[in-house]
């Protein structure tokens, strides 16, 4: 028995060691863990304080900003899914804080936009941001708030490049995989099949 246990273990021993991610070192983990417990907080005061939830303060920070937006633009500007923004924008609008139409250019697109109601509630909600982006910065100095936000402005728009090269990858490493989702993205009506 003795030696057939030391059979598994030098076998184990020869195995290669399993490569993990290192999360002291992997700044997606970084951004993400910041990003979620940023999201969660605000959250958390904003449904207290206001009732709103912060796909709605999101929504209300682009529509002070533009006035007017699809929800394809917010989509495209915060990465927000549309379905989730078009339903954000139904319970605002039920709850007065926009307004929605047809788009002049396009009868097609939903256009929604801030009322005076929307424009109160986010100077409210503002003042709540304001403060939770000054104690996240509080350690740092000036100069190093604006390198910050200088390399976050450089990865966001590095985005992507990163997209283009996890395709690569894909499908270098993965090619029944990315078949198949060419098979989907070349033939969109093939997925009403499924």
């Given at each position: 028995m003795a030696t057939s246990r030391r059979?598994?273990?030098?076998?184990?021993?020869?195995?290669?060691?399993?490569?993990?991610?290192?999360?002291?070192r992997y700044v997606p983990a970084?951004?993400?863990?910041?990003?979620?417990?940023?999201s969660r907080g605000a959250s958390q005061h904003y449904?207290?304080?206001?009732?709103?939830?912060?796909?709605t303060w999101r929504c209300l920070v682009l529509l002070a900003i533009h006035g007017s937006i699809s929800a394809q633009q917010v989509s495209r500007i915060i990465g927000m899914d549309k379905a989730s923004v078009s339903r954000c924008f139904k319970g605002m609008q039920s709850r007065g804080l926009v307004t929605i139409g047809l788009d002049a250019g396009d009868g097609r697109l939903?256009?929604?936009?801030?009322?005076?109601?929307g424009r109160e509630l986010h100077?409210?909600?503002?003042?709540?941001?304001?403060?939770?982006?000054r104690a996240f910065l509080s350690v740092l100095d000036a100069a190093e708030t604006e390198t910050l936000?200088?390399?976050?402005?450089?990865?966001?728009?590095?985005?992507?490049?990163?997209?283009?090269?996890?395709?690569?990858?894909?499908?270098?490493?993965?090619?029944a995989a990315a078949a198949?989702?060419?098979?989907?993205?070349?033939s969109p009506e093939d997925m009403d099949d499924e």
């Open positions: 059979k598994a273990v030098s076998a184990t021993s020869a195995d290669p060691a399993p490569q993990n991610v290192d999360l002291e970084f951004l993400t863990w910041i990003a979620n417990k940023l449904l207290n304080v206001f009732d709103v939830g912060i796909e939903r256009i929604a936009t801030l009322t005076k109601k100077d409210q909600i503002r003042g709540i941001a304001l403060e939770r982006e936000i200088g390399l976050l402005k450089r990865l966001h728009e590095n985005l992507p490049q990163v997209e283009a090269a996890t395709a690569r990858y894909v499908t270098q490493r993965y090619p198949k989702r060419r098979g989907r993205t070349d």
